[in-house]
């Protein structure tokens, strides 16, 4: 079992930045990277980053140039610096652990990022 800690949503204005944080605790060695999703109303769960623990990051087309996720192993929490934000941003943002070696992915409980003037 893995257990994540999701912090640092809220409402910002458009261009603002935010930084999202994404505590792990139990069997994290088994699992082969962490990340974000996103989901808007109305709309599916969408990846936003995930950094696995061999092998290269990867970033949603919507968000390269603007985000940047990163991790630190020492607190075993994952990261997901926003900036440039829009209203289209706006989503309730999960953090993802995953997947293990059975093939089973972990979910945070989500946290709400509202992007408005």
């Known amino acids: 079992q893995v257990q994540l800690v999701e912090s640092g949503g809220g409402l910002v204005q458009p261009g603002g930045s935010l930084r999202l944080s994404c505590a792990a605790s139990g069997s994290i060695f088994s699992i082969n990277g962490m990340g974000w999703y996103r989901q808007a109303p109305g709309k599916e769960r969408e990846l936003v980053a995930y950094i696995p623990w061999g092998g290269m990051i990867k970033y949603a087309d919507s968000v390269k140039g603007r985000f940047t996720i990163s991790r630190n192993n020492a607190r075993n929490t994952v990261y997901v610096e926003m900036n440039s934000l829009k209203p289209e941003d706006s989503a309730v943002y999960y953090c993802?652990?995953?997947?293990?070696?059975?093939?089973?992915?972990?979910w945070g409980q989500g946290t709400q990022v509202t992007v408005s003037s």
């Open positions: 993802y652990a995953g997947p293990n070696r059975d093939g089973i992915d972990y």
